[in-house]
């Protein structure tokens, strides 16, 4: 149960950090994304996913990690919508169960 957890958790900071980073690139100039606080936001949490997936990485197997990380396009997808407010079409969401269907079959 906790490795779910981790995964899970590992997936949703990083889809946060991304949303974290887009709201940093609508800065206007280069300066001033440098000074958003959101472009050290997702600094921070990219860096905490990262050190999640290492300690996964240290009680599951590499091939069904990675593959299971493909959960970070769900929470990617509602994030940008709930947040960002950005359409999810039909498009998008079959393209991310495409990505999730695949992942399942390469981690099974």
Partial sequence: MIRVLMVLSMTLMGAAASVFFK???GSDGFLKMLLNVNLYIGGFLYLAAAVVNILVLRVLDYSVVM??????YIWTMLLSYMILKETITKKKVLGVLCIVIGAVFVAV
Avoid at 67 to 72: A, D, E, K, N, Q
């Fill in 23 to 25: 709201r940093a690139s």
């Fill in 67 to 72: 593959p299971v990380s493909s959960i970070t």
